[in-house]
């Protein structure tokens, strides 16, 4: 998989993450992308735990470069 390709499901992943943290009012949250290889039939789970905060500054960052549109 391509790098540009792993950091946008990154980013999507960490977005949602901030959704659900701030929805559930949690300090951390864990976060996973799971990737599926079709011709073995097995699939590769990567997890990494992120802060509240650091998701919100992901967020806000993201956000206000949608905004500048």
Known sequence: MPD???HLYWAQARVYG???C??????????ALV???VV?????VIVE???AAALKT???QHASVLSRG
């Open 4 to 6: 540009n390709h792993r």
């Open 18 to 20: 901030y959704l659900i």
């Open 22 to 31: 701030e929805l559930r009012g949690l300090e951390q949250s864990d976060i």
């Open 35 to 37: 990737y599926f290889d």
């Open 40 to 44: 073995r039939q097995s699939e590769t």
């Open 49 to 51: 735990t992120e802060t």
């Open 58 to 60: 992901h967020f806000e």
